[in-house]
């Protein structure tokens, strides 16, 4: 925080300055009250603005779940809506506590003494508001993680059971994410890009630059995506016994594209609300605002190019428009451009969200080969995509974005092709290759223990009547209740209730 | 709002203090002055910027809770009567839009050169708005609010009630009955207010009532107005049968419901983190702490109560139903916000988990309850908004921290706070009169206005009109066309399309 | 932006102020220069993290209108055709954005050494963004602006529209058609601007024309670029049968219309009060009121004028068509939103009321000319956008206050406002040359783009697609599938999936 009132010495400089002057300590003490009271507005103005800013990018986030929960309602089949919107919703709420009490701690838990694999203070919050971090911080983190574990639900929708997702959504949320958040994203992370241990200390020098999280939250969401869906196998009757791929349209088209643009909207408290301060100016009229607005610039260009890629793509390939198709050829352009959105240009986005339409095309051709069934696609697009984004740094990162908002000196590693040399890459392929890693070994184990002990996959019954029916009270869905040709009013719509009678436990649904 | 500029006897005192050896005191002080008071002057500026931005973007997001609820209300009822329920919430808005510029407002914030603690009665029409305290967007945010509560309301008597009913009370509620109870507990002159500007020892118990965002406000206000509609029309046909057993009656599509619960939650950052108004309000004695922090530590307090509240649900559904049901755990979490609103900003957040657990167990209690006594609400919203509501107001009683009351609204350092926190039970007994004053109100103008329509034969449907739905009766058709005929026939001319019939009006 | 430092003569003028009797009158300067100049910089930095942070959240809300759009289109149109219509709303986002960063903001905004009146040549590809007068910031806010213009049209153009036509189409639109028009009334140096910077003398009849957030820019053009293409291609299928009478082609989900037109709503309080694009801008004369004032002022007028319109179109076609009709309710309130952004920001709020009324009579107006004179409309956007957006522009010749277009325009205090106001004629002549130029403009280009697509045979789908649905020819697959087949299945190979034919390329 910048001081513009007066320091302690100040008035002693002041009253030399003033000399004989009538009265030089009245008149040092009186300026230095006046700068010492702007001073302390302009602070309360910079914490103000910055956690507005902060608070309003974390509400956004947050939109995100919503268009998770409509992303992924519509791309499952009718009879199981009920189930993947509940998980949704429970990401929110389960994550909310769990966060609260030792998430938020295992990732930005920061004190004395530092540990660069994972934090271990401010449990349950307690010390924040501090002067580095507000609720405000928390709460956007929050709406990240999350975010991880929506990912993760859609990859094995429609065929687990309710408890395993209750599982697996704790661990990922509470302990795998929060992990990796510390190491790259807080201050003593051994990835981190911005570590504040000393020079030197940074990771090849220059640290793993994953700006908004295609490693973090995508990669991890998408990794986990994949084991689970490995695990528990595709969905009863997605390729037929000569191994030929069935087409399993999702129910509704209409909440696929309503969820594709809230996460559109949503991305934009994603990627640029991940500069968490914006009153930092650096030079005349650029600033901190000057990056954010560049942030959602390249954010718009990836997703918008891979939109459009995939577009003529599956023309060529498929022979139709398809609008399916396109959302999720978006959502990989803007999984992409999430590491490196705040340190390319504009025009490299666009390099960025072509490729990535193609990465998650061959990837989608080689699980379909492979006999590999992920509901929403979300191990190839976040998974995939994610990692071509850390590769894309690698290549594309600027030198004077990554000073402008990391630090460090003059000659720090940046993009390869930029001229920056292959360290930042290395760093990148480092962080690919850890996350790859770090969640293999702690969700792969643990879905196969649910295997084991018959926790993962439901009973092919309920596969095939669909769990809303059999575990969630009922269809998502009621277009005719009877009452168009009801002769009995007693039949109309409700279900009578079983033999409880009046005295029963209903509590009027 | 401070001043860092030159006060009116700065320039003297600069002048004495540089004395007759500066060259020209004259001059040099009238530099400094004209510096600092340009500083001051845009200090000022930035200072409202700041605080407006903050307040119209809270209640874009409040407004955004209006969508929520009427995707949350059509989703919750059947099909037939989907065009009906959605066309009371967008009127819900821009009713409440014209009726709250012309009067409404007046009645809840109207300040002027006398006080009146029931009602205010300045600025209609927004005259004299903006001045130094209110300005456009206070009004907006307000506005958002009022029209919150009616949406509360036309949840509770769907699927069942004649259009001309709801434009009526429609615009009672929003345009006398809740501007009114706002004016009680947020203006500056209101009898519960907790921060009366009147005097000191004019607060009610010394402490006012707290209800930083409206528990009661809203919530209970829309909830008992509903409860006393849903119970004078009684409930739909066919709910209860004749040996008095509940049907269960399924809204059409429980992903509206998500959507709808979704938007809410999105919204309600506005609602509560919003109601601080003002942003760039520093606290005393420290240098990173002021409103900010209080607004942040809102948002958190609101995730944490509904989140427990879902949660709580969902467990406790499980083990009294035996499945896992979404539509539940969606009504649990807006129980869990509804009940964290009174309190959001002066509890810490350990207690909003308190908070949503226990509003969990008050809407499922409530639920069973009016299951036994054969109401029908078709929302639940009186069970979640009056009953969460209502234990939300309480609970400020029992839970509200020292530093967090006097950092909103100021006072004496003994001011009361929560009774579990050894605030002593003056704040709680305040509370208990707010529940009371409210329930008494809206029952004294919504009960006998409800009975009056019923009297009058305007408040319910026919039955055959409720077994056709209203839609097809009274909205110009179904909400839905997934068929349009054109799959098989065989003449264009009767795709789709309806032929009109000669005797009809022109088709626009 | 002011400057609250030491400017250039600044120090020695302080030096000489203090004489030679201060002990140190340099170091004094030096020292009350490097404090004032550290206050200043933080204060422009300030000044600018405050206006980008408005304007980025008012681009992210302009940005959600288009999933307003997405979801307005597609419950109004036959679920055969939903897919269709909601490709090309993601597709107005996705290839708007590459045009626009690509030339269409240099076409709108590019200035430079020399100026245009008609076109901009300068910032291709956002080279030399971010200057000290534009920021990304401004780029994303225009974008989100051109996009909707898009939207627009392809509401009218629906249900029989190749694919291939509206990528051409839309291209044009976006990057070309409409960056143009706002150069010339956006731009500070088009020739139809009301803030045009080149000096005083050179506005249009010494006023330029206001249209303030795009009545005209935004909402003519798409609606007139609709309606070249609705004409050209004439009405679907069994719209009107053979003796002339109208079919009733309802759209398939109400609740989408519902959902868009809130989201509109919601995207609206970015895309009118947003379009101050600085908040943090005090006015002379007076202490609490700026931009800021403005800005809520904004807010509340679009408010009231869709309320007004929405009330009215209730009430209006309850009168004409005897029933309450959610879907008429909405229409209306986007043409009072459409017709009230012109004047959004010069108007006062019972102004507004006003314009919203005379809105929905336009509205019903056009639409019982549209059913009279055969022309088909599936969103009614050319007579929604276009109709009611020329009445916005007239309202602001009508009804524009002094000091509101003072305040926000500048210009020497005699210059022009409403007519009804007192402010003479002019005004009123410079929207009605705006009207006509617009009008205009988009006839020559879009017109013999659409009559030329038409004559390639590219523009209309074959009868057999559209009375089957586009989506299923063209989109692989319908939009919806509510029953999989696994209900009454018997081999499992059979569920839900298409079985794959051997000679088509793998599924993916």
Not at chain 1, 158 to 173: D, G, K, N, P
Not at chain 1, 399 to 427: E, T, V, W
Not at chain 2, 179 to 189: A, E, F, K, T, Y
Not at chain 2, 252 to 260: E, I, M, N, Q
Request: net charge neutral; hydrophobic share 45%; with cysteine.
């Amino acid at each position: 925080m910048t001081t513009l009132g007066c320091s302690a010495s100040d008035v002693t400089t002041l009253q030399g300055f003033l000399g004989s002057t009538a009265n030089a300590a009245g008149l040092s003490q009186f300026l230095c009250s006046k700068f010492d009271g702007v001073s302390s507005q302009m602070d309360a103005t910079t914490f103000a603005v910055n956690n507005t800013y902060l608070l309003f990018s974390a509400y956004l986030v947050f939109a995100m779940q919503l268009g998770f929960a409509m992303l992924c309602a519509g791309s499952v089949r009718a009879k199981n809506t009920m189930n993947i919107m509940l998980t949704n919703v429970l990401d929110a709420a389960c994550g909310g506590i769990s966060y609260y009490i030792f998430g938020f701690a295992f990732a930005f838990g920061t004190s004395s003494h530092t540990n660069g694999f994972i934090g271990h203070y401010n449990w349950g919050l307690v010390d924040i508001p501090n002067t580095n971090f507000d609720y405000s911080f928390f709460l956007f983190q929050w709406a990240f993680a999350i975010a991880a574990a929506g990912i993760t639900s859609g990859s094995i929708a429609e065929r687990t059971q309710f408890v395993a997702y209750l599982i697996y959504s704790s661990v990922l949320t509470g302990f795998v994410y929060p992990i990796v958040s510390h190491w790259l994203w807080s201050t003593d992370g051994w990835l981190s890009a911005s570590k504040s241990l000393g020079p030197g200390s940074l990771l090849f020098g220059t640290g793993a630059i994953d700006f908004a999280g295609s490693g973090v939250v995508h990669m991890v969401g998408g990794i986990a995506g994949f084991w689970g869906a490995l695990i528990e196998g595709p969905r009863i009757g997605r390729f037929d016994k000569t191994g030929n791929g069935m087409v399993f349209r999702g129910h509704s088209a209409t909440l696929v594209v309503l969820g594709t643009f809230l996460l559109w909207f949503g991305w934009y408290g994603f990627n640029p609300g991940s500069f968490v301060k914006i009153l930092v100016p650096y030079a005349g009229f650029r600033g901190n605002w000057t990056g954010v607005g560049r942030t959602a610039v390249t954010t718009t260009l990836s997703g918008c190019s891979a939109a459009i890629t995939t577009l003529f793509a599956k023309r060529l390939l498929d022979n139709h428009w398809s609008v399916l198709d396109v959302c999720n050829g978006l959502l990989g352009g803007f999984a992409a451009i999430t590491a490196g959105c705040s340190v390319v240009s504009p025009w490299a986005s666009i390099i960025c969200g072509f490729v990535s339409a193609w990465v998650l095309i061959g990837l989608n051709r080689l699980a379909a080969r492979l006999h590999y069934d992920d509901p929403l696609e979300a191990a190839q697009l976040h998974g995939g995509c994610g990692a071509w984004g850390l590769i894309f740094v690698g290549l594309f990162a600027q030198k004077n974005y990554i000073l402008q908002i990391y630090g460090g000196a003059d000659d720090r590693p940046h993009g390869l092709f930029m001229g920056g040399g292959g360290k930042l890459l290395a760093a990148q392929i480092l962080e690919i290759l850890c996350i790859t890693g770090w969640v293999t070994l702690t969700m792969a184990p643990l879905f196969w223990l649910l295997k084991r002990f018959h926790l993962l996959r439901i009973s092919p019954e309920d596969e095939i009547s669909g769990m809303d029916v059999t575990r969630h009270g009922g269809s998502a869905y009621h277009h005719h209740d009877g009452s168009d040709h009801s002769t009995h009013l007693h039949s109309m719509n409700g279900l009578k209730r079983p033999d409880e009678g009046p005295t029963g436990n209903y509590a009027g649904v | 709002m401070g001043s860092w500029g030159c006060a009116d006897g700065d320039l003297l005192t600069i002048q004495g203090l540089l004395g007759a050896t500066a060259g020209n005191a004259t001059g040099l002080s009238e530099f400094l002055c004209s510096k600092l008071d340009g500083v001051s002057a845009q200090l000022l500026a930035t200072n409202y910027a700041v605080d407006n931005t903050y307040l119209l973007f809270s209640a874009y997001l409040v407004f955004a809770m209006q969508l929520g609820f009427a995707m949350l209300c059509a989703g919750s009822v059947r099909a037939k009567n989907t065009m009906n329920i959605m066309l009371t919430n967008v009127l819900d808005a821009a009713c409440g839009g014209i009726s709250y510029y012309v009067f409404g407002y007046a009645f809840a914030f109207g300040v002027g050169g006398s006080t009146n603690g029931f009602i205010g009665h300045f600025n209609w029409g927004l005259s004299g708005v903006p001045n130094s305290t209110f300005d456009y967007s206070f009004f907006l945010f307000q506005w958002a609010f009022a029209i919150a509560a009616a949406g509360i309301t036309s949840g509770s008597i769907a699927e069942r009630t004649q259009f001309v009913a709801y434009l009526v009370y429609s615009s009672v509620l929003t345009g006398f009955v809740y501007p009114i109870v706002s004016h009680w507990l947020w203006s500056s002159d209101g009898w519960l207010s907790a921060s009366k500007s009147v005097g000191p020892g004019s607060l009610l118990f010394g402490t006012g009532a707290i209800d930083f965002a409206g528990s009661g406000v809203v919530h209970m206000v829309g909830g008992i107005a509903g409860f006393w509609g849903a119970l004078i029309e009684g409930p739909r046909i066919g709910r209860f049968d004749k040996s008095g057993n509940s049907m269960i009656f399924r809204g059409h599509s429980a992903t509206l419901v998500v959507l709808g619960t979704f938007l809410l939650w999105f919204g309600w950052y506005g609602f509560n983190p919003g109601s601080f108004v003002k942003i760039l309000v520093p606290y005393a004695g420290s240098t990173f702490k002021g409103a900010w922090s209080g607004v942040g530590r809102t948002a958190v307090t609101t995730t944490l109560a509904g989140s427990t509240a879902a949660v709580t649900t969902l467990f406790g559904k499980r083990l009294l139903d035996g499945h896992w049901n979404v539509l539940d755990v969606c009504n649990g979490l807006l129980g869990g916000f509804a009940a964290i609103t009174a309190s959001c900003a002066v509890v810490s957040p350990w207690a909003s988990i308190i908070c949503g657990f226990g509003s969990a167990w008050v809407l499922i209690g409530l639920n069973k309850l009016a299951a036994r006594l054969h109401f029908d609400d078709p929302l639940e919203a009186a069970q979640l908004h009056g009953g969460c509501g209502a234990w939300g107001l309480l609970f400020v009683g029992l839970f509200a921290e020292q530093n967090y009351v006097q950092q909103i609204y100021g006072g004496d350092p003994g001011r009361p706070y929560g009774l579990f926190m050894g605030g002593g039970g003056k704040l709680l007994a305040a509370q208990i009169v707010e529940i009371l004053a409210i329930t008494g109100w809206v029952t004294v103008t919504m009960g006998p206005l409800f009975f009056a329509l019923h009297k009058f034969r305007l408040l319910r449907i026919t039955p055959e009109d409720e077994m056709a739905g209203m839609d097809v009766t009274r909205h110009g058709g179904q909400a839905y066309i997934h068929a349009d005929g054109s799959e098989h026939m065989m003449h264009m001319s009767t795709i789709n399309g309806d032929k009109k019939h000669n005797n009809q009006t022109p088709m626009v």
